[in-house]
């Protein structure tokens, strides 16, 4: 499970059409970003949408996705620096501790890439990376698209957020003691619908994630905590959330529709799983497409 298995996989994900981006802006240190965090640039629409996959993925998540939204968009997809298809030299622990350095990245990247307004689809973490996104630059995101989102994750009075602490330090013990063993229990839980190929491509991510770094951007997720800073985000935002979820109960969807500072629709989904785009791609394009489509 260290470096070695991540750099097999390195390319093993990207090579489903789209250019590599080589070109930037602002010179070095820019270009190096958009090739550490393998950015690529498919379709050939003049709009530009952001995909930002979670947790124990990679943008490989979204290539079922894809071909639906080719013709009309300019999509930018990327991997999160910790995601196991990025090489764990580039992780750097004393940086990633909040996700306001995830935010400095993509920013960066839509810099480089000279977007200036774009829609933005982000799963799980990368639906928080989105909203602060937003927030430090309402200019650059005419809509969030917030998939499987949540503000936070533990339960605080009487907000609701899925998990209790002791809960949660089960699960960092248990991801320590037995990365594999954890993998195997987790991924088809997170799943949850009975799509034995969703299961088995999560389990691969999540594989490939150096256990040190999965577990240490699983503590930052479960300490996050936006819920005061919703209200800030000006964007029009759509939440899509499935009807059973392990990682987010229903009653976060309707707590962010009620938070969030700009107009707000939810859209539930009439399946099982926190990864509908793995386990229900055609059910989640058609939001999709609803939600891109309806902006004005």
Known sequence: MGGSSNNQNQNHNHNHGGSKVTEASSGGSANKLLQVLNVRVVGSGERVV?????????QSAWNRILP????????????????GSVNPDHFD??????????????LSILHALRVDRCFFIGHSISAMIGIIAAIRRPDLFLKLILICASPRFLNDGDYHGGFERGEVEKVFFAMESNYKAWVQGFAPL??????????QEFSRTLFNMRPDISLFVCRTVFN?????????????????QT???????????????????????????PVEGHL???SAPSILV???????ASHR
């Not at 952001?50 to 990679?58: E, K, R």
């Not at 997170?190 to 299961?199: F, S, T």
């Open 276 to 278: 509908p785009h793995l």
């Open 50 to 58: 952001v995909l930002s996959h979670g947790f124990g993925t990679d």
């Open 190 to 199: 997170a799943v949850g619908a009975d799509v034995p190929a969703a299961v």
């Open 68 to 83: 639906y939204f080719q013709r009309d968009y300019r999509l930018i997809l990327y991997d999160l620096i910790c995601a």
């Open 93 to 106: 622990f004393r940086r990633y501790t909040t996700l306001d350095s995830y935010v400095d990245d993509l």
């Open 243 to 269: 009807a059973k979820d392990v990682s987010v109960p229903l009653s976060v969807a309707s707590y962010l529709k009620v938070q969030l500072g700009g107009r707000t629709t939810v859209e539930l989904l």
């Open 224 to 240: 996050s905590d936006l819920r005061g800073v919703l209200g800030l985000v000006r964007a029009p935002c759509v939440v899509i």
């Open 286 to 292: 058609q939001a999709l497409r609803r939600a891109l």
